[in-house]
């Protein structure tokens, strides 16, 4: 922070006389930078900061404002509480198997598109329509197909005589949870194809053609081609997908409140602070979730972590 | 076009198409299972969407029927909806928000963006992690703070509440993609005009701001869809229908009675509410996935 607030950078340099009047680049670059680093310190820095304090008390739920220090009582009870244990165990769940399932879906929809050469565009609106809809919708969608009395997939089990038409699909254990993860993977299985198609386009033909002349089957140009030349891309879409399933929020609140096993981090820090008003307690677990997420990115930053610094260093 | 994004590069080389359609064209006729392929990912992705539309044009036991066309189409729910006050107050609301939080966040980031993808300054690197750190944030760490700030603050339950943090959430997505766009304009023309003894920052606004328009409106469009969708900030700042967007309005909204769920009534906001997002995919496809696909190609 303190190289925004840098000293004014000394004017008369030649690269400064350059370009004439007006600020000097560093000045400029300090104003033009500041109300964004402004806006992210208050709204993003000082509330972790503010969470962690928030955390470290206990306050009273009968007498507003009345505090007293708790120390790490809190998170000694958010991790020993079986609701956020479930909720720790339910997330990584959901993150796992929705993302890995994104994974798959989202590569065999970027395969077919890239090969469909003609329709494209087209292909890409149509993908584009899961993305774009609201995850509020996309519960309350996902409830109505699966609404166990007049739902669409009760009735298609019994027109075709299935069983399992009397499941109440959101009302149990398991099918609940399985639910939430068809829903996820409907809406974001497409955005995972789009980036991987975007990976799969800027592969030169030339690799392939002499993947074939070395006579390389189309399965062998697939996993020894096109899987590591898509490394990075994939790289990239699981790392998105799995921070925002770690985060997941709207899509259990919706479909069922967190009841039935799907109950997950962010929900279970909401319910404490907002419904029970256990403020010390939600802000603990909502510290937790940010350690974990923050853990698992730096985790993935590891690998890509070069990015970043090709973006900044590039012209510097 | 061409500076748009790899993914139009890759499709604007002149040679690339052409070459593609000569080496697979007439070797092979087109693959059947590439058409059951495309009819399924197609399937896939508007069905769901289709059967919401087709529940909210039903009415009373057409609702507990699954038929995939409503016997009996109406337009009642669309009308319950749109005498509803709240829901009309959460378009509003939602309306208001996204708007002022994409056009804040173009100015805003734009000036952040060219400054880290041109101007030569120290620390560069550690504000361009910082930003990019944010998008990282769990929202509910930073919920729990925020509505004891604002209730503080006396901002809570105001659209200005919502639009501080969305701001803030959207930034990092806005000049993580401005930076790449502005660092594709040749510096050549801004160079000339600071010859020509414009300031840095005139070069900014009347050379590089213009050309970059691809890019303003590629974040636009992804700001304002991210705006539309937030759901976390929009329950726990907000309390009642004064200042509740639409995704915070439809998952609260209640039936007659407690226990009765108004399928059909939430089914049609919930169209109604998609609408927006669903013609800006139509007309934008290609901005927004350029601005989707920005980040991973070059990674």
Known sequence: MATVAAPPATTGTPRNRRSGKGLSERRLAALMVSPSIVLIAIVAAYPIGYAIWLSLNEYSVRVPGLSRWAGLRNYEAAVTSDTWISALGTTFLFTGASVFLELLLGLGMALAMHAAFKGQGLLRTVVLVPWAILTVVTAITWQTIFNPELGFVTTMLNSLGLPGADTVWLGERGWALAVMVFADVWKTAPFMALLLLAGLQVIPDDVYDAAKVDGASAWQRFLRVTLPLLRPAILVALIFRTLDALRIFDLPFVLTRGANGTNTLSLEAYTQFNQNGILGLGAAMSVLTFVIVMFVSFLYIRFVGGNIRAMAGEDT | ?299
């Open chain 2, 1 to 299: 076009m061409a500076t748009a994004a790899p993914t139009d590069v890759a499709l604007g080389k002149p040679g690339v198409l052409a070459r593609e359609k000569a080496r697979k064209g007439p070797r092979k006729g087109p693959n059947p299972l590439l058409y059951v392929a495309v009819a399924g990912i197609v399937v896939f992705c508007l069905f769901p969407f289709y059967w919401l539309i087709n529940v909210s044009l039903k009415t009373g036991a057409d609702l507990s029927g699954a038929d995939l066309l409503p016997p009996n189409p109406t337009l009642a729910n669309y009308e319950s909806i749109f005498r509803n006050d709240d829901f009309i107050k959460a378009l509003q609301n939602s309306a208001i928000v996204s708007l002022t939080v994409t056009l804040l966040s173009l100015i805003i980031g734009s000036f952040c963006a060219y400054a880290l993808a041109r101007l030569r300054f120290r620390g560069k690197y550690f504000i361009l992690a910082a930003v990019l750190s944010v998008t990282t944030f769990p929202g509910i760490a930073i919920a729990a703070p925020l509505f004891k700030l604002w209730t503080d603050l006396e901002i809570y339950n105001t659209l200005i509440g919502l639009i501080i943090p969305y701001l803030t959430f959207a930034l990092p997505l806005t000049i993580y993609i401005l930076v790449s766009f502005f660092k594709e304009i040749p510096k050549t023309l801004e160079e000339a005009a600071l010859v020509d003894g414009a300031t840095n920052f005139q070069a900014f606004y009347k050379i590089v701001i213009p050309l970059a328009a691809p890019g303003m409106a590629t974040t636009a469009i992804l700001t304002f869809i991210f705006a539309w969708n937030e759901f976390l900030l929009a329950i726990t700042l907000t309390s009642s229908s004064a200042a509740r967007t639409v995704p915070a309005s439809i998952a609260f909204f209640t039936g007659s009675t407690q226990f009765e769920q108004p399928l059909g009534t939430i089914s049609a906001a919930s169209v109604v509410i998609s609408i927006p997002l669903i013609l800006l995919v139509l007309l934008f496809q290609k901005r927004i996935v350029a601005g989707l696909t920005s980040g991973a190609v070059k990674g």
